[in-house]
Nanobody, 115 residues
Framework: QLQLVESGGGLVQPGGSLRLSCAAS????????IGWFRQAPGKEREGVSC???????YYGDSVKGRFTISRDNAKNTVYLQMNSLKPEDTAVYYC?????????WGQGTQVTVSS
């Protein structure tokens, strides 16, 4: 069964860090473009970061210098290291795997940044 499972969300104080994981089963992530998206209440889903199959990474302007995307092909997992978190980073974070017009989504993990 093809599945993406996010984990690692939680409640963190401003300035803190979290590492999100996106683990895949039923597909091999290293042949996909993997993206992290987020959706805050009342807002549209927005792209945060993505990593291509050759390891090239991209970041949204709001997270550049604070977030780092990486992949561990042996574990079939993609990570999003989030540092210097801000209240405006609060959202449900989703991972997406895209290849040849097909898109797969995880169920999301909640990140809340609050004091």
């Amino acid at each position: 069964q093809l599945q993406l499972v996010e984990s690692g969300g939680g409640l963190v104080q401003p300035g803190g860090s979290l590492r999100l994981s996106c683990a895949a089963s039923g597909l091999t992530l290293d042949s996909y473009v993997i993206g992290w998206f987020r959706q805050a209440p009342g807002k549209e889903r927005e792209g945060v970061s993505c990593i291509s199959s050759d390891g090239t990474s991209y970041y949204g302007d709001s997270v550049k210098g604070r977030f780092t995307i990486s992949r561990d092909n042996a574990k079939n997992t993609v990570y999003l290291q989030m540092n210097s978190l801000k209240p405006e980073d609060t959202a449900v974070y989703y991972c997406n795997a895209a290849r040849l017009g097909r898109n797969y989504w995880g169920q999301g993990t909640q990140v809340t940044v609050s004091s």
